[in-house]
């Protein structure tokens, strides 16, 4: 056994490895610097959310090594009962009893010991279905009855069981992720196209039913038309990348944590980042984002068979959409919604799963040997191989 993960060890991409262990260390110190003073909100120690983060870090790195171990390969004979756990979780959340209602959404599972989070599971359920599935159909896609719908189907039902939930920006970001690995599993360039135009209507009048969605576009588009109302967030969370500047405030030190950002250690803990460690702490962190982007996909170009480069282009897609969406948020360079940043937010589920996927992706690279020596230049020969194939 020890042979086995010397060699897995030795193959693998070690950088991404130690990526994603020094974020989810960063994480635990970040949640229990920006959650201290929130937790008076919730009636709760202030050290409730640190010890909760710390707890989840064992199962996380033990998801990270077990799937790390394991033969992704033998996914594909998991995919049919993975996709119907991940349903009934998904319908479980409206159970009375089982479900738990906080903020507005019907999002978690309630374990006793802690709420676990179904769409979380649901994101890395749709990359190992359509790695499969695309797979499996690879010369039947350019039929969209019998290739490219079935798939499609399956994607629809679990993001509107995902909206219902009030999970409006998850369902969107797990949309994204579907897109690509579609793009790249070889579907047919109209078919998307096609597909993309008559959603965009369909989530505009998803938007502008829900009041809260429409104000935050408003809030978006003007803060300061609203400064003490839709616009404060926003406003507040650019703040702290002001009073930051280029060394930071010093751990600890951030004051737009104290009553100002309404989830500092969740959907704007990169604001409070920005401030106690300044632009410099900021830019280290996305270029950890940028190595594991740029290693993930690298890996992802690189791989021999078609069913784990699926897998890997997704799993990274993922994470870096995640870590975009949730940084370009707190910046204000898009409207104001929930979305985590990976390894880093409070949130049990999320890092878990997150963890699992990023494991998956290590063993991908030690399966298939390969060494990330490449240029960026074979990203984009993957890109224009999916054109051509059109």
Known sequence: MGTAR???????????????????????IFVMSASFYAAKNYD???????IRQAMWALPTISALLFFMLFDYSRIKDFVKPIVI??????????????????????????????????????????IIYLAYILTKKQNKLEDFTFGLLPPLLLVAVIFFVILLQSGFSTGVLLLMVAFI???IGGASIKHLISILLLSLPVLFFF???????????????????????KGYH???????????????????????KIRKLPTPHTDFIFSVIAEETGMIGALVLIGVYFIFFIRGMLIAVNCRDKFGQ??????????????????????????????SLPFISYGGSSMLLMAAGTGILLNISSQNEIRVKMGVKDIENIIQEGFSQE
């Open 85 to 126: 756990v991940t349903m009934v979780l998904l319908v479980a959340v409206f159970i009375p009893g089982i479900g738990k209602h906080s903020g507005g959404a019907q999002r978690w599972i309630d374990l006793r010991f802690a709420l676990f989070n179904p769409s979380e599971l649901a994101k890395l359920t749709v």
């Open 181 to 183: 690995m579609f793009f």
């Open 310 to 339: 699926l897998l890997a282009f997704g799993i990274v897609s993922l994470i870096s959409l995640h870590a975009i969406l949730n940084m370009a948020i707190a910046i204000g360079i898009v409207p104001t919604t929930g979305v």
């Open 44 to 50: 709760v120690g202030p050290y409730y959310f640190f």
């Open 6 to 28: 010397g060699s897995i060890w030795e193959r693998m991409d070690r950088v991404i490895f130690f990526c994603v262990i020094g974020m989810v260390l960063a994480g635990i």
């Open 234 to 256: 926003i406003i507040q969370s650019q703040q702290a990348f002001v009073n930051g500047g280029l060394l930071g405030q010093g751990l600890g030190n951030s004051m737009q």
């Open 207 to 229: 938007i502008i039913r829900v009041a809260y969605r429409l104000d935050r576009i408003f809030a978006y588009l003007n803060p300061w038309d609203d400064p003490s109302g």
